[in-house]
């Protein structure tokens, strides 16, 4: 995990797209617009949060902010602190649900038990629901906010129809997403998240995980789910997919994905985590087991 925020984009990423990296824990992204700005994330922290809009200019230029939380995981919301009061802060109505089941709260507990620089932050909730999409018209510049679960409940991927270009946060990543529970229903709905982003057609997939804008992460995603959704239906039986149980060949990342021996030992054994997760989903969505 990195730390420390620093501009990035990628080759022919239009200007007024800013992408704020923090380390190798996440990306979020910055659009001005001729009319405000648009802040698609608020990061780990309101510290972080401040660093991050202070290096765009954001804090200096005084233009009307509009702040979007794409869903409510801890490296995404919780620097809501540094902008509340200051600006509209739009997520799926979903997100509200998240916020007041205390889930997101003990998540912050655990973590701030774990590392002092979580100590001081204090959870804002947005403040503007929508369901299915809700459109953001900048004048030259158009944000869809496209409700895309699968993930989590209450993800949402940013689309802008000028520009081609697709902020898909957390729903496509590369190497691969993780989907919210073993439950067949949240399997379902992250391939079909991903299929509704495949027919917008971007020649820019800005993601929050895996540093890369190539909206063929998004095709190889899908054909990751296909695959393992073939291997296990011709399973004769449902194998364990139990945390210290090791999994058999043919269903193994690397049996899926090539380059994952290649990763750090950390990275590596965080997305075998996540695969481990879609396996169950995909073993349940097939023999209903779980």
């Keep these: 995990m990195g730390s420390g925020i620093e501009l990035a984009t990628y080759p022919g990423l ?80 979903a997100a509200r649900e998240r916020f007041r089941n205390g889930s997101v709260h003990e ?5 701030a038990a774990e590392d002092a620089r979580f100590g001081a932050v204090e959870l ?13 018209d900048g004048g030259d510049l158009t ?25 898909a946060v ?10 919210w529970s073993d439950d067949p229903a949240d399997l379902a709905s992250l391939v079909a998240s991903l299929h509704r982003i ?4 971007a020649q ?17 995603n899908l054909a990751y789910f296909e695959a393992l959704a073939e291997r296990v239906g011709a399973l004769g039986a449902a194998p364990s997919v139990a945390p210290d149980d090791a999994l058999p060949d043919g269903l193994r990342l690397t049996d899926f994905v090539e380059g994952i021996d290649a990763l750090p030992d950390a990275a590596r054994r965080f997305y075998e985590r996540f695969h481990r997760a879609n396996l169950a989903a995909t073993i349940r969505s097939v023999h209903g087991r779980r």
Excluded: Y
């Excluded at 944000?143 to 902020?167: F, N, Q, S």
């Excluded at 957390?170 to 989907?179: H, Q």
């Design 198 to 201: 495949r027919r917008l057609g």
């Design 143 to 167: 944000l869809e906010l496209l409700h895309t679960p699968g993930h989590a409940p209450d993800h949402v991927v940013v689309w802008i129809p000028e520009l081609r270009t697709c902020l």
């Design 204 to 220: 820019h997939l800005v993601l929050a995980h895996g540093q890369t804008d190539a909206p063929s992460t998004m095709d190889r």
């Design 124 to 136: 804002h909730p947005p403040t503007l629901f929508f369901s299915d999409r809700i459109g953001l």
């Design 107 to 111: 998540v912050l507990r655990r973590k």
């Design 14 to 93: 239009d200007e007024r797209i800013s992408v704020l990296r923090l380390g190798t824990t996440v990306d979020a992204i910055f659009v001005r617009t001729a009319r405000f700005d648009v802040l698609i994330d608020t990061l780990d922290t309101p510290e972080t949060c401040r660093e991050a809009m202070e290096l765009v200019g954001a804090e200096r230029g005084g233009r009307p902010l509009v702040v979007v939380n794409s869903h409510m995981d801890w490296d995404h919301f919780w620097g809501n602190a540094a902008v509340a009061g200051r600006a509209a802060i739009v997520a799926h109505e």
């Design 170 to 179: 957390d729903a496509v990543e590369n190497p691969i997403p993780k989907v």
